[in-house]
């Protein structure tokens, strides 16, 4: 990790307008973005057309859907195999919609990092607005 050292007065100054205009933005479309971005559900079908599943927002699962075909051939590994991929996926897209959303208030790459948990990358960029080097 790179030394601290002084902050650059024009990433200062920088860094303060950033915080200013994202305050004002927050103030004025985030309740519609959060309510927007709260409300992303996607829905996808497995590849052979038998499973249909419907996650929200967080990627939780909100409707599966099990077409009967399914029992014509019985195979518990592949039918969980098949859910648990289709789920994936889903959930996949609804992160991504969900960052599209956002995007007009919080930066693309710092709300992936908080969505992926990544603190270090959060406060790295954060750092690097300070300093000027973002």
Do not use: N
Not at 109 to 127: F, I, K, N, P, Y
């Amino acid at each position: 990790m790179e030394p601290i050292g002084r902050p650059d007065p024009s990433g200062l100054m920088a860094l303060a307008e950033s915080l200013r205009s994202t305050a004002e933005k927050l103030a004025t479309e985030g309740p519609r973005l959060q309510a927007e971005a709260k409300a992303v559900q996607v829905t996808e079908t497995s590849r052979d057309g038998l499973v249909t599943v419907t996650v929200g927002s967080r990627g939780e699962l909100v409707r599966l859907d099990i077409d009967p075909r399914v029992f014509r051939r019985p195979d518990s590994r592949e039918l969980a195999d098949t859910i648990t991929e289709t789920v994936h996926r889903a959930a996949a897209a609804a992160q991504e919609r969900v960052l599209d959303v956002l995007e007009p208030l919080v930066p693309r790459r710092t709300m992936q990092a908080h969505l992926d948990g990544d603190t270090e990358a959060v406060v790295s960029g954060m750092t690097d607005q300070m300093f000027g080097r973002s």
